[in-house]
């Protein structure tokens, strides 16, 4: 994982793509929530992004880490006038193609049957469970739900 991070730093696509890869680890949010996140739904100032969650029809709250404030105030002068954080790099009012985030990491090595761009969730997941996080918070940060659901799915013994 440490390599892996190391590797994202260092990527070299456009500032858009760079910001939205390094945030992936931070957020561990589905993809293409990140790649749709909205300017009107991120509150720099409480530090959180409030999206709507379609696959799981809620509002979710995201506490926003330094890290993740850093680059969210980095990228803000060139999308901020927008309504995606992370817009196409067409300029045709659509947020970053699905396929980003995954292309930048095939371009550092990593096929997918070494990570995926949801692979940022389950490696959350993992570390969390195994530092002893609760694991009802664990779900809500993750935007699972019904929760009993989502840990019967995983906990068949």
């Given at each position: 994982?440490?390599?892996?991070?190391?590797?994202?730093?260092?990527?070299?696509?456009?500032?858009v793509?760079?910001?939205?890869?390094r945030?992936?680890?931070?957020?561990?949010?589905?993809?293409?929530?990140?790649?749709?996140?909205?300017?009107?739904?991120?509150?720099?100032?409480?530090?959180?992004?409030?999206?709507?969650?379609?696959?799981?029809?809620?509002?979710?709250?995201?506490?926003?880490?330094?890290q993740a404030?850093?680059?969210?105030?980095?990228?803000?002068?060139?999308?901020?006038?927008?309504?995606?954080?992370?817009?196409?790099?067409?300029?045709?009012?659509?947020?970053m193609?699905?396929?980003?985030?995954?292309?930048?990491?095939?371009?550092?090595?990593?096929?997918?049957?070494?990570?995926?761009?949801?692979?940022?969730?389950?490696?959350?997941?993992?570390?969390?469970?195994e530092?002893?996080?609760?694991?009802?918070?664990?779900?809500r940060?993750?935007?699972?739900?019904?929760?009993?659901?989502?840990?019967?799915?995983?906990?068949?013994?």
């Amino acid at each position: 994982m440490a390599q892996l991070l190391r590797d994202i730093r260092n990527y070299q696509g456009t500032f858009v793509v760079q910001s939205a890869f390094r945030l992936s680890p931070l957020m561990f949010q589905r993809p293409g929530e990140i790649r749709q996140m909205l300017w009107a739904d991120v509150d720099l100032v409480a530090r959180e992004w409030r999206p709507y969650v379609s696959k799981t029809d809620f509002h979710h709250i995201v506490p926003l880490s330094n890290q993740a404030v850093d680059l969210l105030e980095a990228v803000q002068p060139l999308t901020g006038g927008g309504q995606y954080v992370f817009p196409s790099s067409r300029g045709d009012g659509r947020p970053m193609s699905d396929n980003t985030i995954r292309t930048a990491l095939k371009s550092l090595g990593y096929d997918s049957d070494v990570m995926t761009a949801h692979g940022f969730r389950t490696t959350a997941s993992t570390l969390l469970n195994e530092q002893g996080w609760s694991p009802d918070a664990i779900e809500r940060q993750l935007a699972q739900t019904p929760f009993d659901q989502v840990r019967a799915a995983y906990n068949r013994w």
